[in-house]
């Protein structure tokens, strides 16, 4: 069972701060998701990625397959941008048996 | 967005009560899960499905059934409801491929059980 760790748990910044998530994994997989869920709300998908760095609009992600390690920055954040983000992977079998998650990180930029 | 749909989107019960979630979705995927979503232990897959008839548990199980009788639903049934099982349920939907592309998620359907 692949275990999923996020850090930090809680972060509060300032708008306009460049802010870093990490997740890190135990066990190999085919694939790394980076989520977006708003309070009461639904969850979204940011990025799905295997290698490299993605990157869309603010938003940048990049995985490192051999230290099992990814990262999700924001530049210029924005109180809009108040979410909970979370990691997920997918294991060997591309995803079909489901997604394994971190407990996800709530994000609060203050204006 | 894509098209999922759950209902119902909030429900109260009491303990020992059936209850079944219903997911929708118009994407004609081929893959669905349920998960539950919990303060402390985060998103959870309950069961999946690759197919019509073909499901599958996932890390926390016991306690539920699923169907899926056409390609568009995924039912998840509680026998007899507990008050473990008061959570926030989301569907998600993946299309096939050898890679699977992102999960797209549902509203979620907030139950709880007195």
């Known amino acids: 069972k692949n275990e999923v760790e996020q850090s930090p748990q809680n972060l509060t910044a300032q708008e306009g701060e460049f802010i870093t998530i990490n997740c890190s994994y135990s066990?190999?997989?085919?694939?790394l998701h980076w989520l977006q869920q708003h309070p009461g709300g639904g969850i979204v998908s940011l990025f799905m990625l295997s290698s490299g760095k993605k990157k869309h609009g603010r938003l940048i992600a990049t995985i490192n397959i051999q230290e099992k390690h990814s990262s999700l920055h924001i530049t210029a954040s924005h109180p809009r941008d108040s979410a909970v983000y979370i990691c997920a992977v997918s294991g060997w079998g591309g995803g079909a048996d489901g997604l394994t998650f971190g407990k996800g990180t709530h994000l609060i930029i203050q204006p | 967005d894509a098209g999922i749909t759950q209902s119902p989107r909030h429900k109260v019960t009491e303990t020992g009560t059936p209850v079944t979630l219903r997911c929708h979705q118009t994407?004609?995927?081929?893959?669905m899960y349920w998960y539950r979503q919990d303060p402390g232990h985060g998103l959870r897959l309950i069961h999946y499905?690759?197919?019509?008839?073909?499901?599958d548990k996932g890390e926390v199980s016991d306690g539920y059934s699923v169907s899926r009788s056409k390609t568009e639903d995924f039912l998840l049934t509680l026998e007899s409801a507990t008050s473990s099982q008061t959570s926030v349920y989301f569907c998600?939907?993946?299309?096939?491929?050898?890679?699977?592309?992102?999960?797209?998620f549902g509203d979620g359907t907030r139950l709880s059980i007195l």
């Open positions: 994407e004609n995927h081929r893959y």
């Open positions: 998600a939907i993946s299309d096939s491929g050898r890679v699977l592309g992102p999960q797209h």
């Open positions: 499905s690759y197919g019509v008839k073909d499901t």
């Open positions: 066990v190999g997989i085919s694939a």
